[in-house]
């Protein structure tokens, strides 16, 4: 993955997950299926990551992957997971703001 090289570390990440359950495996295929520009394929993994860990890391990835396929309402709920567990969390917060200024301009 720090090469660069997506497909093959997905491949590699996926793999293991037919006989072995760990949040970071989910959370490094949801990563690698994102730098493919694959985030509705990501979107499983993250929910995944984020049921087995009460980490902020994969929920808030989760919420990017939603907003990337124009999800808001989801990505909303997952920044509000993330604000739960962490409630300073800066990216969390900044995304969470631009997601209420969209959803209200598209309800006016």
Sequence with gaps: MDIGDYSAAAALFAEPLTTDIHYKTY???GQCLMALNMPRKAIPNFLSATALNRQVSAPYQCAEAFVAVGEFTYANMLLDTVLEREPRHRKALK???QLTAALESESE
Excluded: I, N
Aim: proline share 0%.
């Design 27 to 29: 959370e490094r295929l």
């Design 95 to 97: 995304l969470k703001a």
